[in-house]
């Protein structure tokens, strides 16, 4: 622990970051974050630097020198201060080095959080630790990026990163950091959107990084390959809950910044899918029967815009539960 707490001259300046162009995971560039979709539809799709339709890559003031990173992948937290930027994800390799220089805007890059595994939020990690940030995560997600991976509800292999990308700390409990005038709360919850999940609590900013474990506004997608389900993921919602005051902002691991209110909304909708699937389940209904009753179907209109539509969702996440054990 004692390394992550001596930030001092092992940062990332702006010139630095605008001088890499190429980052390398496991030596494989992946492609973006249409990636989580079919195979048919990651091989037809352009990356999405290349994309006229990929959203920009933007930075929001939360307020202070905290900001919000969107359209590098997974939404990625920025915050500043004399212990050098501390960093919530890292977005998509592809897009590693524009992220690394959006960041470096601020100041030297001292920290990076994985709030778990997946390509999309760890996919600037080699090019950030080369940088001299330093990268703490979760154990489980340390052990999914040192090996190869295989995604079985989109068919995907992810090859094992480059070692400079893997978690130097890791933990399985509770952790608290004292940094940039700020409490960092990082809370790992039993296995939901992967077995490696965690929550980045920023308890006097009253921010909250909630990883893949909220997606506002779309349908999630749920790892059961690495241990996810939606009964993780209900009751990571309600830690997630517990953890917020009125006036939380909530940064999803994709969609816009969220309130508690959206937060409530989400519970709700991820309840209702696992009573109806439990009750399929327990009918004997195959995963191609559930799909076809369409039982999400009233939701298609709030949540099926993002990149897991609904029949994705509906297949994906019953199969999770009929797996879980």
């Known amino acids: 622990m004692s390394q992550i ?13 605008l001088r890499t162009v190429v980052l390398t995971l ?59 930027v501390i960093v919530i994800d890292s977005g998509l390799p592809n897009l590693a080095a524009r992220t690394a ?3 470096a805007k601020s100041d030297r890059i001292a920290l990076l959080v994985n709030t778990h595994w997946h390509p999309d939020h760890v996919g600037g990690n080699d090019l950030l630790a080369q940088a001299g940030a330093q990268i703490m995560a979760h154990e489980n997600c340390r052990k999914r990026l040192s090996t190869d991976q295989f995604i079985e509800a989109l068919d995907m292999k992810v090859p094992a ?23 960092i709360r990082l809370v790992p919850v039993p296995p939901a959107h992967t077995d490696g999940d965690i929550f980045v609590h920023f308890e006097k900013a009253d921010v909250i990084h909630a990883g893949d474990l909220f997606f506002n506004g779309r349908y999630p997608f749920i790892d059961y ?12 919602t309600k830690t997630l809950s517990g953890m917020t005051t ?24 991820l ?12 009918e004997g209904k195959t995963v191609d029967e559930v799909v076809a009753a369409a039982p999400a179907k009233e939701f298609d209109e709030k949540l099926g815009k993002g990149f897991m539509k609904p029949e994705q969702f509906v297949r994906i996440a019953y199969t999770g539960l009929l797996k879980h054990r």
Request: net charge neutral; glycine share 16%; no cysteine.
């Open 5 to 17: 707490f001596s930030l001092q001259g092992s940062g990332f300046t702006r010139r630095e970051a």
């Open 271 to 282: 309840e209702t899918m696992l009573e109806r699937f439990t009750k399929l389940k327990n």
């Open 225 to 236: 390959s690495t241990g996810g389900w939606l009964g993780g993921m209900i009751a990571a």
């Open 101 to 103: 220089a959006e960041i």
């Open 26 to 84: 496991g030596g494989t560039a992946l492609p973006g974050v249409l990636s989580f979709l079919s195979p048919g539809a990651r091989a037809a799709s352009p990356s999405p630097s290349a994309s006229p339709s990929a959203p920009p890559m933007v930075s929001n003031s939360l307020g202070g020198k905290f900001s919000l990173i969107t359209g590098a992948g997974g939404n990625i937290a920025v915050l500043g201060g004399d212990d050098g």
């Open 161 to 183: 990163s480059a070692a400079t990308a893997w978690p130097r700390v890791t933990f399985a409990s509770e952790t608290t950091l004292h940094l940039n005038g700020d409490e």
């Open 246 to 269: 009125p006036k939380t902002r909530i940064i999803p691991g994709h969609g816009p910044l969220a309130t508690p209110e959206d937060l409530r909304g989400y519970l709700a909708f």
